[in-house]
């Protein structure tokens, strides 16, 4: 199982679109406080259609919580423009978390250079544009480590 971390999320859509992802790959999906929406939004049920009931889902208070839950083994992976190793470039293996930021600021920068080889970016075409959706991100990232798991 492979794990997406949204940590202070702030867009119900993409919270949505995210449980989609995670249910299509058998991932659990955690939810890092504080919530930019409540989990009864329309939107977050709108955008995880009647799936959303379905969804491993985890809540929690802050980050420091979901990583003492985790596995002592499990690694963590966190996803940035601010990095500069590409995604798939890592080499993922059940039980990772893949860890995205919120919308609008992404990961705090001290996190990121904390992760060192496990800070990661989707790489783009430079001056195209500065980031992409989070649930786009999500996709790209969680679609790779499933190839990878596929084929080892």
């Not at 992404?106 to 500065?130: K, S």
Request: negative net charge; aromatic residues 8%.
């Amino acid at each position: 199982m492979l794990h997406i971390v949204l940590v202070a999320p702030e867009i119900p859509h993409n919270a949505g679109a995210a449980g989609r992802l995670a249910l299509a790959t058998a991932s659990r999906l955690h939810l890092v406080k504080p919530l930019g929406f409540s989990l009864d939004d329309k939107h977050v049920r709108r955008t995880g259609l009647d799936y959303w009931k379905d969804v491993d889902l985890h809540v929690w208070e802050n980050f420091e919580e979901l990583k003492a839950a985790a596995d002592p083994s499990a690694r963590f992976w966190y996803l940035s423009t601010k990095t500069t190793r590409a995604h798939w470039d890592a080499d993922f293996k059940d039980g990772d978390y893949l860890v995205f930021g919120c919308e609008t600021r992404g990961l705090p920068e001290a996190v990121v250079q904390a992760a060192g080889d496990h800070g990661l970016r989707i790489p783009m075409v430079e001056g195209g544009t500065r980031s992409l959706n989070l649930s786009t991100a999500i996709a790209i990232t969680l679609y790779e480590a499933v190839r990878q798991r596929s084929c080892s």
